[in-house]
């Protein structure tokens, strides 16, 4: 059973940046491909960014592509979301998840889910 905690989140003007990080226990960190989401008010669940055990490969939804960056330090048992040139429609809830073999599968299976850390982004 692998446990996630979110931190980092925040409030920040329009163009201003965020490091969210995502501290796993519990188990085998380095066997997962890991996964950012987000789900804004009244919205659904939507694919951030994904990352695979070794860092090699990285998938990010396009409305965030250039701006994002996802990485993780297996050492440490932690990914990490660096968020730059934020805008409004940003503001969201934002999950770390676990559980899937490739970056690719975590966009869309996940096992573990973490409790969420608020992002606001005021214009």
């Known amino acids: 059973q692998v446990q996630l905690v979110e931190s980092g989140g925040g409030l920040v003007q329009a163009g201003g940046s965020l490091r969210l990080s995502c501290a796993a226990s519990?188990?085998?960190?380095?066997?997962?491909?890991m996964g950012w989401f987000r789900q804004a008010p009244a919205k659904e669940r939507e694919f951030v960014a994904t990352?695979?055990?070794?860092?090699?490969?990285?998938i990010y939804a396009d409305s965030v592509k250039g701006r994002f960056t996802i990485s993780r330090d297996n050492a440490k048992n932690t990914v990490y979301l660096q968020m730059n040139s934020l805008k409004p429609e940003a503001t969201a809830v934002y999950y770390c998840?676990?559980?899937?073999?490739?970056?690719?599968?975590?966009?869309?299976?996940?096992?573990?889910w973490g409790q969420g850390t608020q992002v606001t982004v005021s214009s």
């Open positions: 998840a676990a559980g899937s073999s490739t970056a690719a599968q975590a966009r869309s299976v996940s096992a573990y």
């Open positions: 519990g188990g085998a960190f380095s066997i997962y491909a």
């Open positions: 990352i695979s055990r070794d860092s090699y490969i990285t």
